[in-house]
């Protein structure tokens, strides 16, 4: 195999073992809805192999289809989430079976495919790209989903490093031209593309994510009692559902707990806050005299090398994510501390970008001018418009494979069960720039 062919089979390991590990649990537990928002556990398991039937074998590989009669079943689109635990599902033993088989003869594609052949779908192993991102990107739903059952046991302990003593604060972005999105990343999403300059004025951007320490502060001076912080439907939102603190956040005896996969513990306030909605963040940040950044704004701040006046892969150069550079792949369950990661700055200076928690901005979710959807619509282009709205970065749930500075994620504005915090910016007056 060539050295893509080997990593694109190392990448599609490492997603099926994080697939079958946080599947690793009784019939009973997967089966089970936990909660409206979520499928059943089984749900994702097939459907990730469901997908990497349709795509890679089918579609790449020209393959008869296996198991044709289950399509309609795993189509996200066919079936809203609260429908699915009515399926007649695959069981967690078939299941199993079923992705360990599209996965075998999906290496057998790999093999024999000629990833230079001139086929959009299948240079560089974009096919294979989707399919691999496609499953970190369910794994981490999975663990979503597991934090909301809320089981005992379920979660991982790792070393993550300290937090460091170092000037909070903001940094400066000066004002000029960059180039959002990207034209050239292999593996890049639809809604990535193309590269197309934005100019932006100067403006100021969070150091570090807003941590849970200055979260306390908002929630302990009235932050939920007072509509002039919330717009208008998130103060309903808010009063409707007696939204009073982050999700899985307690008061107990004077002091905030939270609940971190069936765990209670005291919340830690050097990390990053998460597990609140859009509408949470965007209180918080006009309280705090400031506002969230558009997502142009959050993506020049991660990866614009104005030196070499281009754009990077990652906020600290285009090496591969490594342990000393973000917090990704569920290394702990949990963000960690800010400052831990000083060697994944980027050029401006903000840290902690990727990883910890995805980012709130406050941009809807929109094509980019130029946007061609591939390989389907209901990737991205069924999804735009004032409905969704973005986040950059990623989670430490997130894997090292499906981060870029280009990357968008986008959800509705009152969820929270997703690992997502914010960091705030304001405009920089003409002095400060
Ligand atoms: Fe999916």
């Not at 078939?94 to 779908?121: F, H």
């Not at 209901?378 to 969704?388: D, K, M």
Request: aromatic fraction near 12%; charge should be negative.
């Amino acid at each position: 195999m060539t050295g893509l062919k080997e990593r694109i089979a190392a990448g599609l390991e490492a997603g099926r073992a994080r697939s079958l590990a946080y599947t690793d649990l009784d019939d009973e537990v997967l089966v089970r809805q936990h909660s409206p928002l979520m499928s059943p556990l089984v749900w994702d398991l097939a459907h990730v192999g469901n997908h990497e039937e349709l795509w890679v074998l089918r579609e790449a590989g020209g393959i008869t289809p296996l198991r044709p009669e289950i399509d309609q079943m795993y189509d996200a689109f066919a079936h809203p989430r609260g429908e699915r635990p009515a399926l007649p599902l695959l069981r967690p033993d078939e299941a199993r079976t079923y992705i360990a088989g599209v996965r075998g003869r999906a290496l057998d594609v790999l093999d024999e495919i000629d990833l230079s052949r001139p086929d959009p779908l299948c240079s560089d192993g974009l096919v294979f790209g989707l399919v691999l991102q496609h499953e970190h990107q369910h794994d981490e739903t999975m663990l979503a989903t597991l934090q909301l059952c809320g089981l005992p046991g379920l979660v991982r302990d790792g070393d993550l490093p300290a937090a460091r003593p170092a000037a909070a604060g903001e940094v400066l972005v000066p004002g000029g031209p960059f180039t959002a999105g990207t034209s050239t990343s292999p593996w890049a999403y639809d809604n990535e593309r193309p590269a197309h300059r934005v100019e932006l004025p100067a403006y100021w951007i969070d150091r570090f994510p807003v941590t849970n320490g200055a979260y306390i502060a908002f929630v302990e001076d009235g932050g939920y009692s007072r509509p002039r912080w919330w717009t208008p439907h998130g103060w309903s939102w808010r009063a409707r559902r007696d939204i009073r603190a982050p999700l899985f956040w307690t008061r107990e005896a004077g002091a905030w707990w939270r609940t971190r996969f069936g765990r209670a513990e005291p919340v830690p306030p050097d990390e990053p806050v998460q597990h609140v909605s859009w509408y949470e963040a965007d209180a918080y940040a006009r309280w705090a005299g400031r506002r969230l950044p558009t997502e142009a704004e959050w993506e020049k701040a991660c990866g614009w090398d104005p030196g070499a006046a281009r754009a990077l892969a990652h906020p600290w150069g285009d090496a591969e994510p490594g342990p000393e550079h973000a917090n990704l792949g569920h290394r702990a369950s949990r963000p960690a501390p800010v400052g831990a990661f000083p060697a994944g700055a980027s050029p401006c200076g903000a840290e902690q970008m990727f990883g910890e928690v995805w980012e709130w901005t406050s941009s809807w979710f929109l094509p980019y001018p130029g946007f061609r959807s591939f390989p389907y619509r209901e990737y991205s282009e069924v999804f735009f418009g004032e409905i969704y709205r973005v986040l950059r970065g990623g989670s430490w749930a997130t894997h090292p494979a499906a981060v870029r500075t280009t990357f968008r994620n986008w959800d509705h504005p009152h969820r929270r069960q997703i690992f997502a915090g914010f960091r705030c910016a304001r405009a920089a007056t003409p002095g400060e720039s």
